[in-house]
């Protein structure tokens, strides 16, 4: 698909698949392309209409300002939206992506059908902190250059057991979506900053969207129980849990949440009411 950008600068750089169905907005995380979406929209496109786009600094995006904020990257989302002419979509983030749907549910609540917040948090400034294996690995990768980030990135996405058993092969073709043009230092410090003051927590209980929370169970950069906390405070909640899938659960669990998203997204179309309580479901 060709790559289409918003007219107003700094210009984000977005890709539209699908031709019918519900509309569904995925939001990229930390320093990474929309492009990694691609396990998902190859598959939802088939009967929903959807798009990703580049955070301003990363892939086709402008350059944009050197720090930014949470809320300045919900305003960008909202800009996708309105350049698609959505009223509405689905919206789905993973990790800083889901920070930022949190703010675009919060603050334009009207253009949300339905949320889905994937291995992210709510802003705890240190229960969020990764597992000190996790900070090694994403230190490694942030200052240690191409090749390290190449050895690093793995390990600091899936558990062990997984990047043994995938093969090089297809682990290498997959981190080239991801690793093919790396952001400038300048995004990833921005980038850096807007997580590390990212807060919500107290006012998630605002949310009324109907919300799915993805807690992958061996995550070592979002602990899992930032996942808890989450379904502590939204209402409308329910949590599917992968308990063997680490922060790349997009990738590595792709079919079983492809498979959630479609009920979740038919549920709200379908006007079928979501329990008031948290109801987790093992994967």
């Known amino acids: 698909m060709s790559v289409r950008r918003t007219a107003i600068a700094p210009s984000l750089a977005y890709q539209t698949f699908g031709q019918q169905g519900p509309p569904v907005l995925f939001i990229m995380g930390f320093g990474m392309p929309g492009a990694v979406w691609g396990p998902q929209v190859d598959d939802l496109q088939m009967d ?3 798009c990703h786009y ?6 086709d995006s402008d350059r944009g300002p050197f720090l930014r904020t949470i809320p300045a990257m919900a305003d960008d989302a909202v800009r996708i939206l309105d350049d698609l002419s959505w009223d509405r979509a689905h919206v789905v983030g993973v990790s800083m992506g889901g920070m930022i749907a949190q703010e675009l549910a919060l603050r334009s609540a009207d253009r949300c059908q339905t949320l889905t917040l994937v291995a992210t948090h ?5 229960a969020s902190l990764p597992t000190p294996r996790g900070m090694r690995f994403f230190l490694q990768g942030l200052f240690g250059g191409r090749k390290a980030r190449m050895r690093s990135l793995p390990r600091l996405l899936y558990p062990d057991e997984f990047v043994e058993s995938i093969g090089p092969s ?3 073709s997959h981190l080239d979506t991801r690793l093919s043009h790396p952001p400038a230092l300048r995004t990833v410090l921005g980038q850096l900053y807007a997580v590390w003051r990212h807060s919500t927590e107290s006012r998630l209980s605002q949310i009324d969207t109907p919300t799915l929370l993805v807690r992958p169970g061996k995550d070592i950069l979002i602990r899992p129980t930032q996942t808890d906390r989450l379904a502590q405070r939204i209402r409308n909640a329910q949590v599917l849990r ?6 790349g659960v997009t990738f590595q669990k792709a079919a079983e949440l492809n498979a959630a998203l479609r009920d979740h997204f038919v549920r709200s179309d379908s006007r079928v009411p979501h329990e008031s309580r948290t109801l987790e479901v093992t994967v």
Do not use: K
């Open 48 to 50: 929903h209409r959807c």
């Open 54 to 59: 580049d955070h301003l600094g990363v892939g």
């Open 122 to 126: 709510g802003g705890a400034p240190v």
């Open 170 to 172: 297809a682990l290498r």
């Open 242 to 247: 992968f308990d063997d899938a680490g922060h």
